[in-house]
Nanobody, 116 residues
Framework: QVQLVESGGGLVQAGESLRLSCAASRPIFRIRVMGWYRQVPGKQRESVALITNGGRSQYADSVKGRFTISRDNRKNTMYLQMNRLTPEDTAVYYC??????????WGQGTQVTVSS
């Protein structure tokens, strides 16, 4: 089992940047896929960006070219660099760890609010 703690959310203006962090309680090099998801009230949680333990990444169309996902196995931390934020990026952002074998773990979420 692993605990995930997100940080770095906050209130920014449109066009500004934020960097989210997801710190894991255990080494992450064995985590097959890590990802960032977001959710707004009344809508389903959606995938924002994913990264494999081999470093391959995948992005939602709405964030391509603006967001960058990365992971630092030495620090047991995953990041999401978010640039050129828009009000449509406002959501609670969650990190997820997916192990081989099907075990998934979620963080508690961090709020990102982008004002126009």
């Amino acid at each position: 089992q692993v605990q995930l703690v997100e940080s770095g959310g906050g209130l920014v203006q449109a066009g500004e940047s934020l960097r989210l962090s997801c710190a894991a309680s255990r080494p992450i090099f064995r985590i097959r896929v890590m990802g960032w998801y977001r959710q707004v009230p009344g809508k389903q949680r959606e995938s924002v960006a994913l990264i494999t333990n081999g470093g391959r990444s995948q992005y939602a169309d709405s964030v391509k070219g603006r967001f960058t996902i990365s992971r630092d196995n030495r620090k047991n931390t995953m990041y999401l660099q978010m640039n050129r934020l828009t009000p449509e990026d406002t959501a609670v952002y969650y990190c997820k760890a997916a192990y081989d074998g099907g075990d998934d773990y979620w963080g508690q979420g961090t709020q990102v609010t982008v004002s126009s």
